[in-house]
Each structure stands twice: as C-alpha cells, then as structure tokens.
C-alpha cells in the first residue's frame, strides 16, 4: 500500500459526459501527479501540481483539467468524453515535487466509456 | 521531445537466472533522471531504481542494477537471481530536471519461468 488513495476504482460512462476522479497524497506529501494509461497511447504524464499550484504540463488534453485543493487533495475533469478516454487514470505523491523524487502511485482509476 | 524506447516487448528468464531489459531515450537536455518502474498484475506502479544523469556511477538496488550510458543514450535493467515475483511489465522513465515533463517507454512483459 503506497499510501496514496484514487477513489472511484472504477468508473462507466456515456460519450459526452463529464466525470471527476478524486485523489489524496501520501500524509505529508505536497506534490500530485497524474497519469493516463491506455492500450493505444500507453503510460502518459498529464499534469503535477505541487501545494496547491501547477507545476509541470504534459500530454493533457484541453477537455481534461486538474487542480489541488488546500488539504492538498486533487481532482482530475475529464469532460466531453470519448471512446478513446478509457483508460486507467493513476495518481501520484511526492513529499516536494522534485525530478528526482519518488514518486508513489495510487492503485488507479479505471474508466471505461461507452 | 524526448522519447523513450525499450524494444522487447516481451523477455523470458529463469528462475534465479539474469536478465537484461533495454531502455534508450532521445534527449538534448543535459540535465534529467531516468527510472525503471515495474507494475505486477495489480498494476501498482512501483519504483525499481533511479539513475540520476549527472552522476556516472550505475545505480544499484540490492539485485537490481543499471547500465547507464550517457553518450550512448542507453539505460539498461539487469535483474540478477530473478524470482518469480519479479514477473511484471516494466517500463523505463524520462523525466527533465527543467520542465518536470515525464516519458515513458512501451514497456517490457517479464515472465520468470520456475
């Protein structure tokens, strides 16, 4: 257990529709990964944000959007979806968001849309 | 943009055998840390080592160790008396000490054969 928790663990939707995936840190940690994983694109960096500010971008698509909240929590808004949003989405901690930092993953979401 | 390669998709070893998984990168950054991180059927994704590019000595984590050639772009896993719970996918990791981005291979499937 990394201690970092993504809630829900799974996820069914429509094409078009909007869903929010929640993740908590490890305690102490102030920097927040996210990662897409999919058959087609593969293991791909979205975004970090570190205490409460976006840190690094990466392959994030203008219909997702990320932010971390002052207890340092994280959403993930993946909106107008499509099929090809499927994916297990993961996050991750840091404890200060540097490139060298280990970084602990949370079991994942998974989301399937139909 | 850099770019991560491992061109096994699959490798097969014994049981207490070694084997090798092959990682190269294209980069023009002089500055950045490459991983290797394995993900079990569970799909956690899990830490296995850090090289940091600055240093020239190969890292090491108890069986794990890496062959980092950094005129060569090559930065290879060697997995050494491999047990079985080493099966996995692993994938080898870019990430820039600049702009935070982080790349990931295709990843390699390991089977350990008893």
């Known amino acids: 257990d990394s201690g970092v928790t993504q809630t829900p663990k799974h996820l069914i939707t429509a094409t078009g529709q909007r869903v929010t995936l929640r993740c908590s840190p490890r305690?102490?940690?102030?920097?927040v990964y996210w990662y897409q994983q999919s058959l087609d694109q593969g293991l791909q960096f979205l975004i970090q944000?570190?205490?409460?500010?976006?840190?690094a971008k990466g392959n994030i698509l203008e219909r997702f959007s990320a932010q971390q909240f002052p207890d340092l929590h994280s959403e993930l808004n993946l909106s107008s979806l499509e099929l090809g949003d499927s994916a297990l989405y993961f996050c991750?901690?840091?404890?200060?968001?540097?490139?060298?930092?280990?970084?602990?993953f949370g079991p994942g979401t998974r989301l399937l849309v139909l | 943009a850099q770019t991560v390669t491992q061109s096994q998709p699959e490798m097969s070893v014994q049981e207490a055998e070694t084997v090798t998984l092959s990682c190269t990168y294209d980069?023009?950054?002089?500055?950045?840390?490459l991983f290797w991180y394995k993900q079990p059927p569970s799909r956690q994704m899990i830490l296995v080592i850090r090289?940091?590019?600055?240093?020239?000595q190969n890292a090491t984590e108890n069986r794990f160790s890496v062959n980092f050639q950094k005129a060569a772009k090559s930065f290879s896993l060697k997995i050494s008396d491999s047990q079985l719970g080493d099966a996995a996918m692993y994938f080898c990791?870019?990430?820039?000490?600049?702009?935070?981005?982080?790349?990931f291979g295709a990843g390699t499937r390991l089977t350990v054969k008893p």
């Open positions: 991750a901690s840091s404890p200060w968001g540097g490139p060298s930092e280990t970084q602990y």
């Open positions: 305690s102490g940690d102030l920097s």
């Open positions: 944000y570190y205490n409460g500010e976006e840190r």
């Open positions: 980069t023009s950054e002089s500055d950045y840390y």
């Open positions: 090289q940091e590019a600055y240093k020239q």
């Open positions: 990791a870019y990430r820039s000490a600049n702009s935070g981005d982080m790349r």
